[in-house]
């Protein structure tokens, strides 16, 4: 697991404001992704590792569920195309003109 690290340190390595990355920061910390403590003059963050995982199980579920029911529908429509291949009258072959 990473070591704590202050806000400055992420925002040092983004193209993005310092007190942007303390906005993000915030809301992370709002959901439970990452947790402060003071040290000194400053604040240091720290990732929680259980939350990472309980999210990281969430979008594999959706995923899943996204791609089979994706899965699902193009092999309702290739079905349907094979369906109305069948029923439809195969068309004239041309042959040579006289």
Known sequence: MAAPKPAREPADLLPVSRPAVSQHLKVLKEAGLVADQAE????????QPAAIAAMREYLDRMWDHALAAFEAAVEQDAEADTEQDATQPPEPAEGPES
């Open 40 to 47: 000194g003059t400053r604040r240091v963050y720290r990732v």
